[in-house]
């Protein structure tokens, strides 16, 4: 929250029925939030141009759908979806404060109101790759991105549809599912990966044999337009320019976002000799996380 330009949305009140007791989420209660966006605002003042700015009305419009939305058991619960909701629909917002009360909350005693605040600095956006190849191919992909969703630090904003693909490199086996899905990610590129390679191993992948069958893949495609070159990470993905397992799903989520090699996944794709392989298999709307 170093960024000095802020936009402030106080006291917006709304009736939702989030609590831990089953008569909160029956009777509801009044609730008020506080919002504060870091937003670099010279260009706005200079243009007195909404779209160079935060239009705060469409802001508010996405915290109302929370409040007034399906019940939650905790108000972190609740901020954590408003941090999520603001940095995943409103890029230009650099750092954020959400502080959300319960002035009515079911607690005996004299108070002003029950509250959680919570200060996030901007996440990165992160793509990732999924595939598997064995066993119920769709369950394991879902599964993987809601142990994703789970863990802290990290949020699943969208994903593809699943797609049938043939098998790269040891042709000798299953066709895979492949999918891709896009991330805020309060991690660093090197924590990420490991929650990958955690996730894999928590799922049961065993590493037997080079481009062998897997339970589950996850790979790190893009991690905002970061180049890392490591002994154990490369960003963007090495191979992900030539596969169109990779492209067609992440061209689903993301067409127009640009690898840093300066063309968007869309021009990416196009340019692949073939996509004959890359067959869809479970529509996006057929998929719960």
Known sequence: MDQTDRI??????????????????????????????????????????????????????????????????????VAEAVVVAVYRDFPAVQGLKVRVEKPKAPVPGLFQSMAVELNRPAPARCFIGLGSNMGDRAANLTEALRRLQRRPGVAVIDHSSWYATKPVGFVDQDEFLNGAAALLSWL????????????????????????????????????????????????????????????????????????????????????????ADVVLHDPKSSITI
């Not at 609590?19 to 939030?33: D, I, K, N, S, Y």
């Not at 700015?53 to 419009?61: A, P, W």
């Not at 905002?224 to 992900?240: S, Y």
């Open 8 to 77: 402030l949305l106080k006291g917006m009140s709304f009736y939702g029925y989030h609590g831990a007791l089953p008569e909160e989420q029956v009777l509801g209660q009044p609730f008020t939030v506080d919002l504060e966006l870091a937003v670099d605002l010279r260009q706005a003042g200079k243009s007195d141009a909404v779209q160079d700015s935060v239009h705060y009305g469409e802001v508010y419009n996405r915290v109302r759908a929370i409040l007034e939305g399906p019940p939650r058991a905790t108000i972190e619960a």
């Open 188 to 275: 660093s590129p090197q924590e990420l990966l490991a929650l990958l390679l955690e996730t894999e191993r928590a799922m049961g992948r065993v590493r037997l044999m080079k481009w062998g069958p897997r339970l589950i893949d996850l790979d790190l495609l893009l991690y905002d337009d970061a180049v890392i070159e490591e002994e154990h990470l490369t960003v963007p993905h090495p191979f992900m320019v030539e596969r169109g397992f990779v492209l067609a799903p992440l061209a689903e989520i993301a067409p127009e976002h640009r690898h840093p090699g300066g063309q968007t996944i869309r021009q990416l794709l196009e340019q692949l000799p073939s996509r």
